[in-house]
């Protein structure tokens, strides 16, 4: 779903970093983080739709869609906007994440065209997504999953419930997987459906998270209908589907993520190691700290340039996205760690945040409780090692029975 990779000269690319510097001057929140520090839901749900519309308006809401709905963004583009949203610590889409990775990749390659036009517009306007794949008993083996649909007449009949639906008390919509064919081997009885969260028979409940917050959500379904017309693709195919929107978790999404975690994380990081203790030194005068840290940045070197060279690549290796998430979320989990070791005991008793931070916000116990999630969604670190050996190296699949 990556923008056009057109390549952009030097000049051009430094005039548009002036631009994009100057626009992050002119209309980033200075008291952003304060501001959605202890919020209520509400303010902080119309802060991200708010800080949304103000990216929109300056043509940075969504530079890897399609030039026609919005974006067009070459790489080297959304590389140095990035970079350069990061620098400047601008708030971070939160709430808006799924819709415009994960439904937006979703609708672009499977949906109708329909669905695109009725959809995308409504994204762009500020309609949130959450995504109703795992189960209690179908996590890192979605294919699973016992949610049911059953067709009667024009609408499915959908029974079951969803676990750790990211932001789904506030979702308007949300990206569901249900079993349309029980007989069928895992794979090939699953369907793809949109659904409207304010359907009857739809209950969310918040789960409170080991950090306070309350960003994961289970979905109990109640004989919730759907009309046929939300279907993706082919009744039984929802398996296929599904992949885009991983695929979407897996890839794109890490460029934003990656420059985040080297301009924003990395500096913090940085702050952390050189800021005098009461006998005047610092955490880097250590070689052991200094040593770590140099890795580290290493480390961030070489994410950034595999990131760069996956979303501009033509046509990614089947495990070029696995590669990619698996080395963003256990990268993110050293870093964090590192950070809560060089905190020290003031770490473990800054139990705040702001709301529309990242994962490397500088609560240092708090990101590194959350980089733990990293390592869950879109795939276990287990499950995407296993993508890497059979699809990327070509070792033998192993023997399961489902596949």
């Known amino acids: 779903m990556s923008a056009g990779a057109t390549s952009v000269g030097a000049s051009t690319l430094e005039d548009f970093r002036t631009s994009v510097r100057s626009w992050c001057r002119d209309h980033i929140p200075a008291d952003w983080r304060r501001a959605q520090t202890d919020v209520h839901d509400d303010e902080f749900v119309r802060f991200q739709k708010s800080w949304f519309q103000e990216l929109r308006g300056a043509g940075f809401a969504v530079p890897h869609w399609p030039e026609e709905w919005g974006g067009g963004m070459s790489v080297a583009e959304q590389v140095v906007l990035y970079q350069e949203l990061a620098a400047h610590d601008a708030p971070r889409l939160v709430l808006p994440f799924v819709s415009i990775h994960h439904a937006a990749s979703t609708l672009l390659a499977a949906g109708t065209d329909e669905q695109r036009n009725r959809h995308l517009p409504a994204i762009l306007d500020g309609e949130i997504w959450c995504q109703g794949f795992s189960e209690p008993g179908a996590g890192s083996d979605m ?235 879109g795939g276990t670190s287990e499950i995407q090692r296993t993508i890497i050996g059979e699809r990327g190296l070509g070792l033998p699949r192993e023997p399961t029975g489902h596949r």
């Open 143 to 377: 294919a699973a999953l016992a949610t049911s649909a059953r067709k009667d007449g024009d609408v499915y009949i959908v029974n079951g419930q969803k676990l750790w639906a990211s932001g789904a008390l506030y979702a308007d919509r949300c990206l569901l997987l249900a079993r349309t064919d029980p007989d069928a081997p895992k794979r090939k009885g699953i369907s793809y459906f949109l659904m409207d969260m304010r359907t009857p028979g739809v209950e969310v409940r918040p789960i409170r998270q080991a950090t306070g917050e309350a960003h994961f959500c289970e979905i109990f379904l109640n004989d919730v209908a759907i009309p046929a017309t939300n279907l993706v693709g082919p009744e039984n195919e929802g398996w296929r589907v599904a992949q885009e929107t991983l695929g979407a978790e897996r890839g794109m999404t890490m460029l934003e993520l990656t420059e985040r975690l080297s301009h924003g994380g990395f500096r913090l990081l940085v702050d952390l190691c050189t800021r005098p203790g009461p006998d005047g030194t610092t955490p880097l005068d250590d070689t052991r700290v200094a040593d770590r840290l140099a890795t580290l940045e290493i480390e961030l070197t070489g994410l950034r340039a595999l990131v760069t060279d996956f979303v501009a690549a033509d046509r990614p290796g089947p495990a070029d996205a696995s590669i990619v998430k698996l080395y963003y979320s256990e990268l993110l989990q050293r870093m964090t760690d590192f950070g809560t070791e060089i905190a020290g005991l003031a770490a473990h008793t800054d139990l705040r945040k702001p709301q529309s931070s990242g994962w490397e916000s500088g609560a240092w116990m708090l990101d590194f409780i959350g980089s733990w999630e990293w390592t869950i969604p």
